[in-house]
């Protein structure tokens, strides 16, 4: 990677989520490779090893994934076919990854993640983490944050600590872009997983919006989706750009219904988090949609959504604009089927920023 500097960025960063091992995947990667990448950011559900037996056989025992079931059965040789598929392209580019739930992969005495954090390398020492779930590295002028959803994040937690101490490291004279990613989003419209992170927002947004984040990337959801500028659900010139990137051509069906579509709103007590064993997501307080648990129609905050499988990737031009494209599979590896240029405007937010990050100091 370029040196850490404010003239200085990678050319292209790919970013894919859900992959697994199909014809979809192959066409993903083909794509991206074609399309030459510089860096690879893959956000969480790698190799989807959790839905085979182990004698090798696919599942659709879903419900095994769940971590109140005892033992995960995971058929390991699916990350080793996995490798050797993804060897062309990861042998000429770095690639980082961070967790998904399909990770999780859990063993007996309560281990999971086992091949995860056996099979990555992460640069989790050098960020100041002791975890292989959350860490950050820096690539040329942008500053990135990889989080653990399904680990500890509540603010009395190691992980939120560790996230106060690498937020308040960093020089933005020196990296001014600030990109966080994680694998289940806060702000996606899809029915499939609506709102299943939200015990995450509520832990963790004020201090990600409190210093600027620029833009998060997700997947988890099997489609696309882009929001405009957005921070407690509310329309923030000063919040990050939200994008939902888990459509990299996983095994499991694509999310093709939106919760603000009649018939498909999900049930608030269909939505507890499994994880940290919270509830969170309770009809909005406040906005277009208040008393209700989701929209009428397409929220404010989304911007495009689409469901193709396909990738995205990021081009950071200097300080202040960088160009963010999505591919669709279906089309060539050169058609873009989204295209925005995210542009930084720190001038505008300093006051708002430095409010909120006064008042969690003082809580
Ligand atoms: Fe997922």
């Not at 997501?281 to 469901?307: H, I, L, M």
């Not at 430095?354 to 969690?360: A, D, L, M, N, Q």
């Amino acid at each position: 990677m370029p040196i850490s500097g404010p003239k200085s960025y990678p050319g292209r960063i790919a970013v894919v989520g859900d992959l697994g091992l199909t014809y979809n995947t192959t066409t993903t990667i083909n794509h991206l490779t074609s399309n030459e990448p510089d860096l690879l950011l893959l956000i969480g559900d790698v190799t989807y090893a959790n839905l085979y037996l182990t004698n090798g056989t696919g599942s659709d025992c879903y419900s095994c994934s769940f971590p109140q079931t005892p033992i995960h059965e995971t058929y390991q040789p699916r990350w080793d076919y996995w490798g050797r598929f993804m060897q062309n392209l990861v042998s000429k580019v770095p690639m980082m990854v961070v967790e998904g739930n399909h990770e999780i992969e859990k063993q007996a005495e309560d281990k999971k993640f086992v091949a995860y954090s056996s099979r990555f390398a992460f640069p989790s020492e050098e960020s100041g983490s002791s975890s292989t779930f959350y860490y950050s590295f820096n690539a040329g002028g942008i500053h990135f944050i990889m989080l653990g959803a399904y680990t500890d994040y509540a603010r009395t937690g190691e992980q939120y600590k560790w996230l106060e101490r690498d937020l308040a490291t960093v020089d933005r004279s020196v990296t001014p872009w600030l990109v966080a990613a994680w694998h289940p989003p806060w702000y996606s419209t899809y029915k499939a997983h609506y709102r299943e992170a939200e015990c995450m927002r509520v832990h963790i947004e004020d201090l990600l919006y409190s210093y600027g984040v620029d833009i998060v990337l997700n997947g988890h959801i099997h489609a696309y989706e882009r929001s405009n500028r957005v921070y407690n659900y509310n329309l923030d010139p000063c919040g990050p750009v939200h994008i939902t990137i888990g459509d990299g051509g996983n095994r499991e069906k694509m999310a093709i219904n939106f919760a603000d579509e009649p018939g498909h709103c999900p049930d608030p007590s269909s939505t507890p988090d499994p994880y940290m064993g919270g509830f969170c997501a309770t009809n909005f307080t406040f906005g277009p949609a208040v008393s209700k648990f989701c929209w009428d129609r397409q929220p404010d905050y989304s911007a495009f959504r689409e469901s193709s499988f396909g990738y995205g990737i990021l081009e950071v031009k200097n300080e202040t604009w960088a160009l963010w494209s999505w591919y669709r599979n279906q089309d060539s590896y050169n058609e873009v089927g989204d295209q925005i240029y995210i542009v930084r405007q720190p001038h505008l937010c300093p006051i708002n920023q430095k409010v909120c990050r006064e008042y969690f100091a003082a809580i």
